[in-house]
């Protein structure tokens, strides 16, 4: 079974600074997805950046990029240059692949809030 | 691209009441959307999978008679909370998969939510 950990219920971060959301993740399968969503309080979920486990770069998505470390089983989103509209809450998820009835599904960790200090 | 539409937004109704929830998928097809459940200050719990054309997947524990998926064209699915009780409110949130121009994978995209209260 697939299990997605992020263990910082809320992290504070001063404007302008960088801060990086802890994600741990546990499968045996080998070809896995990893993806992080921000939910604002409106409720929305937005995604924000993809990585796959075969991807030998770290993705990046504008302010976004996603460390990866597939030794130690850790996909950490460091978001630079925050934002008082980054102020949310950030899930992380994953999908397995391939086939089966399941593969397209996400298991989400239990969340970051992220509050953006001015 | 990838825009996801859920309507009503906020929706308040009496015990024992039926709700119908639409997800729409504005700007490309949906072969497979998916619902959720998610309870204040927790995380997204999925409900069941829904696929155009055929039956929805539940997931265990979820009542397939209470909460009853319709995913009858490539842009719509429809979850219908049939006699809703208190318990049943919720923040319902629903999502569809796409694969937009650009992208590396498909991924899932999601409305903007609906908050179920029931009297």
């Known amino acids: 079974a697939q299990k997605i950990t992020q263990t910082q219920p809320g992290m504070f971060v001063q404007e302008k600074e960088a801060v990086t959301l802890d994600c741990t993740y546990d499968?045996?399968?080998?070809?896995?997805?990893l993806f992080w969503y921000k939910q604002p309080s409106s409720g929305e979920m937005i995604f924000l950046i993809y990585q796959g486990s075969y991807d030998e770069q770290n993705a990046t998505e504008g302010r976004y990029s996603l460390n990866f470390q597939k030794a130690r089983k850790s996909a950490n989103l460091v978001i630079s240059a925050s934002q008082l509209g980054d102020s949310a809450m950030y899930f992380c998820a994953m999908r397995q692949y391939p086939g089966g009835a399941g593969s397209y599904q996400l298991t989400f960790g239990k969340g970051t809030k992220l509050s953006v200090i001015p | 691209g990838a825009v996801v539409s859920q309507h009503p937004s906020r929706v308040i109704c009496k015990s024992g009441t039926s709700v119908k929830i639409e997800c729409r998928s504005l700007d490309f097809q949906a072969t497979t959307m998916f619902w959720y459940r998610q309870f204040p200050k927790q995380s997204l719990m999925l409900m069941a999978t829904s696929n155009e054309g055929s039956k929805a997947t539940y997931e265990q524990g979820v009542e397939k008679d209470k909460f009853l998926i319709n995913h009858a064209s490539l842009t719509l699915s429809t979850l219908t909370v049939t006699s809703a009780h208190p318990e049943d409110s919720s923040f319902y949130i629903c999502s569809a998969r796409a694969l937009i121009a650009g992208a590396r994978t498909d991924t899932q995209y999601f409305g903007p939510g609906t908050r179920l209260t029931v009297l």
């Open positions: 499968t045996s399968d080998q070809s896995y997805g």
